[in-house]
C-alpha cells in the first residue's frame, strides 16, 4: 500500500499539511524548493528553521535538484500516493511532479496561466470574464506606451510572478511610476529568478476579498471568505493590516464565489486548492490575482478550527484522496462557527526599540488565540513595513462572542495607527511634565521604566480593582492630552470604562 505524501515545501500554513497526513495514518515527506542565493533563499532558511524546530517526530526530507529529472527519480523512488503543493515556491515543482507521476494534480502545461498574473488575465479576457487590464513591460517606453494608449494614471506595477506584496506599487501619475519601475527593474522576485518580469496594470478602486476554494476533476469547492483590510503608505507600498473571517454569503459575496468558481475553471485548475484574491467595485467582482496552494499567513490549524469548523489543509488533503469526501463537502453550506480576525502589525518607519509593549496587551485581549510579535528581547531594530515579508508582527483573534472579537481587533488598529509607541518604542511611554518642577522622584522613576514592564503593571492594577495607589500619579496624567488618551487605552484593555472606542 502507497503511504508517503510528499509536500513541496510545507511553509507558512501549508505546513499544517505534515501533521494532517500523519493523523490519517500516511507518512509526510518534505520536498524543499530550490531557490537560488539571495533574499528569497534566505527568507526561506529562516522560516525553515522556524518550522522544523516544531516537528516533535523522525521526517524525511529531500532537496529539490536545479536538474528536474533527478528530482523526478528521487520522488519517484518513494513510490509516493500524492504530491501536494505546500507554499507558494512548491506550486512549480509540486505541480510538475504530479503531472509527471500521473498523480492526481492539475496540468503541468497550466502553470503559465496558475503562476503569471499577464497570463492569468488574458485567460480570463479569453474566457469572456472580467479582467484586469495589463501588459508587461522591460522598459520605460513600454511604460509610457501603456500610460498613452490607455490614459490612465493610476496604475499598478508588479512582478508578473510575484508573491506576499513584494514588489507591489500603487501609483499616480508618470513620477511615481518612473520612481517605482527603476526601483523593481534591478531588483530580484521572491523565487529568485533570473528572468524579472514587471507587470503594468490598471488600478482598480474596490473592496478586497479572499476566496479559498478545493477543486477536484474540475469542480471547485468553498472553503473560505475574507475581507483584506489593507492601506498604502506614504512610499507607494501596499501593506496588509489585516484579514477578517466573512460569516455570511449576502448577495455580494455570492456573486464574489460564483465569480471565482468561474475564473478557476477558466484558468485550467483542476485539483488542488486555490488561494484567490479579488477585488469588489460598482461593476462586480474581479480576479487581482490565485495561488494554486492554500492560503498563507501561516494560519494555526486550531484557530482555523475555531472559526470555520475545519482547517484547509485537512479539507484538501481529504479532497486530494477521496473525490467522494470532495462532493460531500461541496454540499455543505457555508457556514463558519465564530468570528475570525487576522491583525497584520506594520512599522512606518526604521526604528531602533527597547521595549514591546505590544506583548502585555495581547496577553490581556480575551480574544487573542495565538501568533508572534517583534520582541525587543530578540531584536533592537525593526525595518520599515513595505510588504507581507517586512511586517512586524502576526496574530489571531477569535471568541465566542463576536462583538469581543471586533472591538479588540479596532482596538489594535486604533492603537497602531494613534499610538504606536504602545507597541514597540524606545522612548518613555508617557510625555513628560514641561515645568521641571513637577518632575518628582516618582514621575523620574515612571518615564525610566521599561515600557513593557509599565505597561503589564497598569493593565493588572485596573484588572485587579484598582486597589492601592494609582501606578501613574494624575499630575503626569495632567501633564499633556496625550497621556490621558494612553492611560484610556489601558484602562479598555483591562476592561474598566466604555467599549466605545476614542
Not at 469542480?219 to 498604502?232: E, G
Not at 479579488?278 to 484557530?303: H, K, Q, T, W
Not at 495607527?417 to 518628582?440: G, H
Amino acid at each position: 500500500m502507497k503511504n508517503k505524501i510528499v509536500v513541496a515545501e510545507p511553509m507558512s500554513t501549508a505546513f499544517n499539511f505534515l501533521e494532517d497526513i500523519r493523523q490519517k495514518g500516511y507518512e509526510p515527506v518534505i520536498l524543499e524548493a530550490y531557490i537560488p542565493e539571495g533574499y528569497a533563499r534566505r527568507l526561506m532558511d529562516e522560516e525553515r528553521k522556524t518550522k522544523y524546530a516544531r516537528i516533535g517526530y523522525p521526517i524525511t526530507r529531500i532537496k529539490e535538484n536545479p536538474d528536474y529529472a533527478a528530482t523526478l527519480r528521487e520522488v519517484r523512488g518513494l513510490d509516493p500516493l500524492l504530491v501536494l503543493v505546500g507554499g507558494e515556491e512548491g506550486v512549480i515543482v509540486g505541480t510538475r511532479l504530479a503531472d509527471d507521476l500521473g498523480l492526481t494534480g492539475n496540468p503541468f502545461s497550466n502553470i503559465p496561466k496558475m503562476t503569471r498574473k499577464s497570463v492569468m488575465h488574458r485567460t480570463l479576457k479569453e474566457a469572456g470574464l472580467r479582467y484586469i487590464r495589463g501588459q508587461e513591460v522591460s522598459s520605460w517606453e513600454d511604460c509610457l506606451l501603456f500610460l498613452a494608449k490607455t490614459g490612465m494614471e493610476d496604475v499598478v506595477l508588479k512582478h508578473d510572478h510575484g508573491v506576499a506584496s513584494v514588489g507591489v506599487h500603487l501609483v499616480h501619475g508618470k513620477e511615481e511610476l518612473l520612481a517605482a519601475f527603476r526601483q523593481e527593474k534591478t531588483a530580484e522576485n521572491m523565487f529568485g529568478e533570473a528572468e524579472n518580469r514587471l507587470l503594468l496594470q490598471e488600478r482598480i478602486f474596490g473592496e478586497e476579498y479572499v476566496v479559498n476554494t478545493v477543486s477536484r476533476n474540475g469542480v471547485p469547492a468553498l472553503t473560505s471568505v475574507f475581507r483584506y483590510h489593507k492601506k498604502q503608505t506614504p512610499s507607494g507600498y501596499v501593506i496588509y493590516r489585516g484579514l477578517e473571517a466573512v460569516m455570511e454569503l449576502g448577495r455580494k459575496e455570492a456573486l464574489l464565489v460564483e465569480y471565482a468558481f468561474r475564473a478557476v475553471q477558466a484558468l485550467g485548475i483542476t485539483d488542488g486548492p486555490v488561494h484567490g484574491e479579488y477585488i469588489v467595485d460598482e461593476e462586480g467582482p474581479l480576479l487581482n490575482e490565485s495561488n494554486c496552494r492554500v492560503m498563507g499567513g501561516s494560519a494555526p490549524s486550531g484557530f482555523l478550527d475555531k472559526v470555520f469548523g475545519y482547517h484547509e489543509t485537512d479539507v484538501v488533503l481529504d479532497c486530494m484522496l477521496d473525490c467522494d469526501f470532495h462532493r460531500e463537502f461541496l454540499q455543505q453550506p457555508y457556514s463558519p462557527l465564530r468570528k475570525g480576525y487576522v491583525k497584520d502589525f506594520y512599522s512606518d518607519r526604521d526604528k531602533t526599540i527597547s521595549s514591546s509593549g505590544i506583548i502585555p496587551i495581547l496577553r490581556n485581549m480575551d480574544s487573542f488565540y495565538s501568533g508572534w510579535v517583534e520582541s525587543a528581547e530578540k531584536t533592537d531594530h525593526i525595518r520599515e513595513t513595505i510588504d507581507l515579508e517586512t511586517e512586524t508582527g502576526c496574530v489571531y483573534l477569535v471568541h465566542d462572542d463576536p462583538e469581543t472579537t471586533k472591538r479588540e481587533f479596532e482596538l489594535l488598529m486604533l492603537i497602531e495607527e494613534k499610538y504606536p509607541d504602545l507597541l514597540y518604542s524606545n522612548t518613555s511611554l508617557f510625555i513628560p511634565p514641561e515645568d521641571s518642577a513637577e518632575l518628582t522622584p516618582e514621575i523620574m522613576d515612571i518615564l525610566k521604566r521599561d515600557t513593557e514592564a509599565l505597561i503589564s503593571d497598569i493593565i493588572s492594577f485596573y484588572k485587579n480593582g484598582s486597589k492601592g495607589n494609582p501606578i501613574v500619579p494624575e499630575t503626569l496624567l495632567n501633564a499633556n492630552p496625550y497621556n490621558r488618551e494612553i492611560m484610556d487605552v489601558l484602562k479598555k484593555i483591562s476592561g474598566v470604562g466604555s467599549k466605545a472606542f476614542l
